[in-house]
């Protein structure tokens, strides 16, 4: 790739970061592309945020003072653009279909977690040691495979929230629902995941 | 009392928001005498570790595989395009 001059200077003795797109595709193009695989569950998708994400960040290279290790810059970047794609993905109609409040989609699968009395069908068990299940591998693949079983509208709100780190306020705005129907969405997705982690994770070789 | 459809509701939204004193007081005398809502806000606590931890976790102690050599290529390509 041909550079300007600015750009010469001994790899050696310099301490400012190496501005080179390809440079940051070979160091770290497999973890901004894992990053984005785990929020937007989408092979094509994550491939364009990664493209995307080094493309701004060559192009507002001048603005990255070394502050932040390089990683940590670019996942910055690449959170943006995630949150982007999601926002887009949520004009589709499916995903306007379960964010509409129409209550009796919205209420449905909370209801079916409780009888006509308001209790638990199955009650929550213990799963034993939240650190053993947090170092545990199989947890995590279990959590992974629950996490592609939701409702791709849900695992969205989900993701933001919980993966990305955006408040509920935040959700709304960039998807343009209201407080009370993301928290709704993101009830039944904890629900959702609740419910499936006991019958994979408990119901594994334990 | 609140039951525990409405007990789950507001333990899922303290993760949101801040509960109002008297929610608080509502859900912390309905986790005292309910194991399964107990569970359930235990749950929610493991699930938000497990989120941080997913989220956090770049390197390749998952399972997901890196990028494949032709989506490598393909951005390589549109990089080269861009600063030409």
Redesign the interface.
Known sequence: ??YNGHKITNPLMTDTPQLD??AW?DAH???????A???LRDDALA?DA??ET??AA?RSRHGYGGQATE?TWL?AILKHKIVDIIRQRAREPAFEQLADPGEQGMEGS?DE??DE????VM?????GD?DR??EN?R???A??LCLSRLSPALADVFAL?????L??EEICKELDVSSSN??VM??RA??G??QC?EVHWLGGER | MLTCKEASKMVSQSMDRRLSVPERIGVRFHLLICKGCAQFRDHMTLLRRTCSQHAGSEESESALPGLSPAARDRIRQALMHNDG
Not at chain 1, 29 to 35: C, M, N, V
Not at chain 1, 123 to 127: E, F, K, S, V, Y
Request: charged letters at 25%; a positive charge; proline letters at 5%.
């Open positions: 790739m041909a797109p390809e595709l193009g497999d973890a901004l592309y894992r990053y695989l785990r929020q491939q990664v493209q080094l493309l060559f990683r996942i909370v977690s409780f009395t308001g209790h638990w009650a929550p068990r213990n799963w939240p299940a947090l591998k947890f995590r693949e959590f992974e929230r919980e993966l990305a780190g408040s509920t993301c928290w993101l009830h904890r629900l995941l609740r982690l």
